[in-house]
């Protein structure tokens, strides 16, 4: 059977229809350096479950309080989870002592009702729904980085694609 076929007969397929773009051009005009420390998995936050039932996980709401940094939520399939990996929204979260942190950011998207794409992701993908973090405290690095990021993943819940962001390292001025 044709999978157009399918999908037409199941009206219910569309309601979880995702469009991705997997550009290789994306990838190599916005590729990270090698020496950023993003690039290592290591440097991320373990793989966190958003939900657990009708609530955010716990481990969401034991977030640190001491970082900012760049996130992701993914989605995350059953029959082979190691492979099945969909990025469906990258963010970041600068830091400021006492105001904003990783924390308080990730338990602001399950209250979240004003974005279309934040409230489908959570209602039709929510036992699905992982969430992961890199930690860092330097805002114009966060900035840099979500950017990058965006530009080359094209997650197809952000709804925009942020302008290239060039920072330059610092010097002395004397």
């Not at 992701?121 to 990058?148: G, S």
Request: net charge negative; hydrophobic share 30%.
């Amino acid at each position: 059977m044709r999978a157009n076929a399918f999908l037409n007969l199941n009206d219910e397929d569309k309601l979880y229809d995702i469009i991705y773009y997997h550009n290789p051009k994306h990838w190599i005009e916005n590729k990270i350096d090698d020496d950023n420390p993003i690039i290592n998995e290591d440097n991320w936050s373990k793989e966190i479950k958003y939900y657990e039932g009708e609530s955010i996980s716990e481990d969401i709401k034991n977030l640190p309080t001491n970082t900012g940094g760049v996130y992701m939520f993914y989605l995350k399939g059953i029959n082979l989870s190691f492979f099945e990996n969909y990025i469906v929204y990258i963010g970041r979260c600068h830091y400021s002592e006492g105001k904003r942190y990783i924390r308080k950011r990730a338990k602001e998207y399950d209250s979240d009702n004003s974005r279309t794409e934040i409230v489908r992701m959570k209602k039709y993908w929510k036992d699905y729904l992982f969430y992961r973090y890199y930690p860092e405290t330097d805002n114009d690095v966060i900035d840099r980085d979500e950017a990058t990021l965006i530009r080359a993943i094209r997650p197809p819940f952000n709804s925009e694609i942020p302008d290239k962001i060039e920072v330059q390292a610092t010097t002395n001025a004397f």
